[in-house]
């Protein structure tokens, strides 16, 4: 039987998933919308999501919120992670904060990005 990790992140884009991955430190599945996502595609979606725990990452502008509120109708299960909007994109924010983020939705990450913060 396949191993399903069962915690699941969707961020928008390639270079969101690549920043997030290298910061958390147990098994995430990690999708890429790619920006929009199709209705046929988010029902797709849900339905292969089913019973495990999901959480959207987006991006701090236009796009980010205009998906965010299409997976808060269509998908009302998941949880919501935000970065701070001075960052505007996840992949722009600095790991820290990112780690932060995970961390509040008890998401393992790698010891080293925690309390790099600079004040």
Do not use: W
Not at 33 to 43: A, E, F, P, V, Y
């Amino acid at each position: 039987m396949e191993v399903v990790d069962e915690k699941v992140l969707i961020v928008e884009g390639t270079s969101d998933k690549r920043k997030v991955k290298d910061i958390i430190s147990e098994p995430v599945e990690i999708i890429c919308t790619n920006g929009t996502i199709s209705l046929t595609k988010m029902d797709e979606l849900i339905d292969s999501l089913f019973d495990r725990d999901v959480y959207i990452l987006v991006d701090a502008d236009e796009a980010g919120e205009k998906l965010r509120k299409q997976f808060k109708r269509e998908f009302p299960e998941a949880g919501h992670l935000y970065i701070d909007r001075m960052y505007k994109e996840v992949a722009a924010a600095p790991e820290y904060h990112l780690a932060s983020v995970l961390i509040g939705a008890n998401i393992d990450v790698h010891k080293q990005y925690l309390g790099k913060r600079m004040n």
